[in-house]
């Protein structure tokens, strides 16, 4: 535990993060620097809540991510708990932290460049034809989803302190040249002891849609690693569906009657209706996804899988998956009314 002080300013609180712990600590750059990597924030790659992010280049030629931060909250803990968080890590599946810059008021993370940007932009049909995408194939969808199972088990497991993200979302999951990807934005990420099966947060943190429902409603059970487990299941039910699960401002009649209506087919073993299946593989590989979900969004905690489970029941064969309970949607709505139904051909 970082012992903050509330007369600390920014930059006394990020010397007492980072000192004498023995984890190196990236490169820090200067502001005059990013702007010179940035071209003066020429190429604009998104933006966010968060701020923007830019295309840049270091010295010897190397393509970065700059993430510029606004609107920083708690005198910049979420820039520096990313800080922290990301430094500690060294896997496949999480993205690479290259440098920062923390000058007065100004905060900047030096990422490394990920080709195909956010996930985000590749399965939501909505996106298809203005982004000029198509559906990324059933073969590349499951070797996402494994590719994030295998980043969160590291950070739940892997690394000496367990990480656990709070913000796992297809937004936040970046993908490479290949498609391969990786896990990125640890500012909601919280350190803990791996003996600690349960944490204590002061209010909820997340995105609406992916939280869950133990971190808004403390009566369900504790928080822990099953609450990334949960924003994993809902991530992999938007990429196998193609739309967003949850929409604010309507009930949620459609969301519930998908789910149920999946589960049924599994139990039945009928066709699950879904687009884009051409082959076997496809068919098997969707129902492997779906199954793996539904049991990571179950409303008890301990009722879902550790992500070491999920690694293996994705990576195993999919008729020695047993149908899960039926589940029940728990995460509060988010701010864009769409329907699960478009995802049921």
Known sequence: MVPWSKKMNGFDKFEVAFENDGISIPRRYSYAEITRMTNSFKEKL?????????KGNLPNGRLVAVKILSNLRGNGEEF????????????????????FCFHKSKRALVYEFMANGSLEKFIYEENYSKLGHCHLGWDTLYQISLGIAQGLEYLHRGCNSRILHFDIKPHN?????NYHPKISDFGLAKICHQDESTISLFGARGTAGFIAPEVFCRNIGGISHKSDVYSFGMTVLEMVGGRKNIGAGADRTSEVFFLHLIHKRLEL???LGLQNIVNEGDREKARKMIIVSLWSIQTNPSNRPTMSEVVDKLRGSVDCLQVPPK?????????S????????V
Request: aromatic share 6%; no cysteine.
């Open 46 to 54: 998104g933006q966010g809540g968060y701020g923007s992010v830019y």
């Open 337 to 344: 009314p769409t329907s699960l139904m478009s995802m049921i």
């Open 173 to 177: 999951i970046l993908l490479d040249e």
């Open 269 to 271: 073993q009928e066709e």
């Open 80 to 99: 520096i708990n990313e800080v922290n968080s990301i430094r500690r890590t060294s896997h496949v599946n999480i993205v690479n932290l290259l440098g």
């Open 327 to 335: 589940p029940y949607l728990s995460s509060p709505s988010r701010s």
